[in-house]
């Protein structure tokens, strides 16, 4: 009905003209049944160019500004089209999106949370270490308290102790509960009589080529002597007196656990036994604390270096006073010029057959080793060596017959004293003579003439060397 109206419209239109509209029916793409209808121009022989017609000129230009605004905000909003798509698909490295900075987050926060499990696992064992530590000392202490008699008991009264197997109380010659002390516990190991005898034939006083001075030629392997199993004893001190003065002999003991600030407790055994087993029969506090692991014990006095000062004091073991105390002149201290393990070992004192040593550096001997002579009573400085050896560059000292001898390392197992310099001839030499560090962590040695023995702390061990000398 529409197509028969167009038609009669397009006819009545042109029919003045005599001109014919055409109409067509068909199918479009979709299949969608389209009319349309044809007529010629009344006035136009041929279709003018379409770029020709100014408002279809100026229709496109419009549409094309239109497009290039609408893709301009696109892209300034990373818009899903294609220009849009195009700028937001690919994103700067610099700036990551916001699900990708997310995960890299949560990422973080999981590593952190393994580290701190981590770090809760290792306080929790240890403390469960500390935990048993400490059970195990309140049972020792439980254990010396009811071996005490009790007050109103038989005996002299509250502080004695009960004598094993006996109904009496006897009197101790030491009793620890007024001072803080660190209660410490020994073990012995057992070594062949045929290894000590062997050794004994070879570096004690008495085989043809050990008698009197020489040089040193042979260390033998290390004898432990006690252990400390507390921390304060990881390194330390111990020693004898190769010339007492009574009430002491040569086998009374002492010992000198280093570690801490306040380092003041100096423990006196009366027979090496009593080491091993780690009660002391007495417990002097020094005036001054002292610092590393220097001291030496020498006709009745213990020399040491005073914290943090370059003098060394000596204190009597009798009167349990400071008698005398002396500066030495450019002394590195506290860290200065220490030993290759550390530990504050500025200033050693050492004892050989010629009398009291001290071993240091100064500023002006730029690191190497210096030793001194002193005097025993006055601390004054009879004389003096500079060497060529760098103090820092070996791991300890030790002097015998007048002659400095050092140690190569303080932890390889197959160590060497490796240097000797000679004070009657100002020389020095190098030596190959091994030295074993058994514990790996050598933090004293010294000397004992009387006993022609090195004495060591090899972390929390002491330990003996025997040695052997030359002939003179």
Same mark, same amino acid.
């Given at each position: 009905m529409a197509g028969a109206w167009l038609l009669l419209w397009g006819t009545l239109a042109?029919?003045?003209?005599?001109?014919?509209?055409?109409?067509?029916? /068909?199918?479009?793409? @979709?299949?969608?049944? @389209?009319? !349309?209808?044809? $007529? /010629? !121009?009344?006035?136009?022989?041929?279709?003018?160019?379409?770029?020709?017609?100014?408002?279809l000129r100026a229709e496109l230009a419009a549409l094309a500004a239109r497009l290039s605004r609408l893709e301009s905000r696109e892209r300034g909003a990373g818009g899903s089209g294609p220009r849009g798509a195009e700028a937001g698909g690919v994103r700067d490295p610099q700036h990551p999106a916001p699900a990708a900075r997310l995960e890299a987050t949560y990422g973080e926060l999981l590593r952190a949370k393994s580290r701190l499990?981590?770090?809760?696992?290792?306080?929790? *064992?240890?403390?469960?270490?500390?935990?048993?530590?400490?059970?195990? +000392?309140?049972?020792?202490?439980?254990?010396?308290?009811?071996?005490?008699?009790p007050p109103g008991g038989e005996g002299p009264g509250r502080g004695a102790l009960r004598a094993p197997g006996k109904g009496r109380c006897r009197a101790p010659r030491w009793d620890p509960q007024p001072l803080a002390y660190q209660e410490l516990q020994s073990e012995r190991t057992e070594v062949p009589a045929s290894r000590l005898l062997e050794e004994t034939a070879l570096g004690r006083l008495g085989s043809e080529d050990s008698a009197g001075c020489g040089e040193l030629v042979w260390v033998g392997e290390p004898v432990?002597?006690?252990?400390?199993?507390?921390?304060? =004893?990881?390194?330390?001190? %111990?020693?004898?007196? #190769?010339?007492?003065?009574?009430?002491?002999t040569r086998e009374t003991t002492w010992r000198v656990d280093t570690v801490g600030t306040e380092v003041r407790q100096l423990f006196q055994y009366e027979a090496p036994e *009593?080491?091993?087993?780690?009660?002391?029969?007495?417990?002097?506090?020094?005036?001054?604390?002292?610092?590393? @692991?220097?001291?030496?014990?020498?006709? =009745? =006095?213990?020399?040491?270096?005073?914290?943090? +000062?370059?003098?060394?004091?000596?204190?009597?073991?009798?009167?349990? &006073?400071? &008698?005398?105390?002396?500066?030495?002149? =450019?002394?590195?201290?506290?860290? *200065?010029?220490?030993?290759? %393990?550390?530990?504050y070992t500025d200033i050693d004192l050492a004892v050989d057959e010629t009398g009291l040593w001290v071993i240091y550096s100064t500023e002006k001997a730029r690191g190497a080793i210096v030793l001194s002579k002193l005097d025993p009573e006055t601390l004054?400085?009879?004389? &003096? %060596?500079?060497?060529?050896?760098?103090?820092?560059?070996? /791991?300890?000292?030790?002097?015998?017959?007048? &002659?400095?001898? @050092?140690?190569?390392?303080?932890?390889? #197992?197959?160590?060497?004293?490796?240097?000797?310099?000679d004070t009657a001839t100002?020389?020095?030499?190098?030596?190959?003579?091994?030295?074993?560090?058994?514990?790996?962590?050598? !933090?004293?040695?010294?000397?004992? #003439?009387?006993?022609?023995?090195?004495?060591? %702390?090899?972390?929390?061990?002491?330990?003996?060397?025997? $040695?052997?000398? +030359?002939?003179?």
């Open positions: 042109l029919g003045s003209r005599a001109e014919t509209a055409f109409l067509r029916r /068909a199918d479009d793409s @979709t299949g969608r049944c @389209t009319y !349309s209808f044809t $007529v /010629a !121009s009344p006035v136009e022989a041929g279709c003018p160019d379409g770029d020709g017609v100014p408002e499990e981590e770090e809760k696992g290792r306080l929790e *064992q240890e403390n469960e270490e500390l935990g048993r530590r400490l059970e195990s +000392s309140a049972q020792e202490i439980a254990r010396l308290r009811a071996t005490r008699c432990v002597f006690g252990r400390a199993d507390s921390i304060a =004893g990881k390194y330390g001190v %111990w020693m004898k007196d #190769p010339e007492p003065v009574p009430p002491f *009593q080491l091993g087993r780690g009660y002391p029969a007495k417990v002097h506090i020094l005036p001054r604390p002292l610092e590393s @692991t220097g001291a030496v014990i020498y006709r =009745g =006095g213990l020399f040491f270096q005073p914290r943090r +000062s370059r003098a060394v004091a000596r204190y009597d073991l009798r009167g349990e &006073t400071i &008698t005398a105390e002396r500066e030495i002149p =450019g002394a590195g201290f506290h860290g *200065q010029y220490p030993y290759s %393990w550390g530990g004054e400085i009879q004389q &003096t %060596w500079e060497t060529n050896i760098r103090k820092r560059g070996v /791991a300890n000292s030790f002097v015998i017959c007048g &002659t400095l001898y @050092t140690v190569s390392s303080y932890s390889a #197992p197959n160590a060497t004293v490796n240097f000797a310099y100002s020389t020095s030499r190098a030596l190959s003579i091994p030295f074993e560090n058994r514990f790996r962590y050598l !933090s004293m040695v010294d000397y004992n #003439p009387a006993e022609r023995q090195l004495f060591a %702390w090899d972390s929390f061990n002491m330990v003996t060397y025997p $040695v052997r000398l +030359s002939r003179a």
